[in-house]
């Protein structure tokens, strides 16, 4: 079943619920179906770090977030095993950055995800990658 842009998958939908992180984002769901998600978010001025510049653990846990929708949206429970990431550019207060995942192997136990943060100038500012292991339990 394919989902329009702007409404999250129902899994997706279901994991937002008690999803304390991505609301604390404010990350809108842009686009969510089955091995894809595109999240996208505005950086605030809370999230700096002490050069000034969005803490890299604000970037990290936006692309997590789209990771994990779209690792879940298969519909089996998917938790990480390994998540790292790349830092390409300086993400400032104020920009909007957005992360899309893609998963791109999906096995019985194991899921990978690729991900690709990037601007609102279309400048990629991290990528990651993420091996997950997907549990018995259905969503």
Known sequence: MS????????????MLRGDRM?????????ESRP???????????????GFGII?????FALADS???????????HAVSLT????????????????AEATVTTLKHRIVNVDATITNQDGIDVADVRATGYRKKEAW
């Open 55 to 59: 803490h890299g653990a604000i970037t």
């Open 83 to 98: 998540t790292s990431i790349r830092h390409l550019a300086a993400v400032n207060p104020g920009d909007r950055i957005t």
């Open 22 to 30: 991505t609301d604390w984002l404010k990350a809108e769901v842009l």
């Open 66 to 76: 789209a990771i994990a929708f779209a690792a879940n949206a298969h519909g089996r």
């Open 35 to 49: 091995g894809f998600c595109r999240l996208s978010m505005i950086a605030r001025e809370e999230m700096a770090n």
């Open 3 to 14: 989902e329009s842009k702007n409404t999250p998958h129902p899994v997706v939908t279901k």
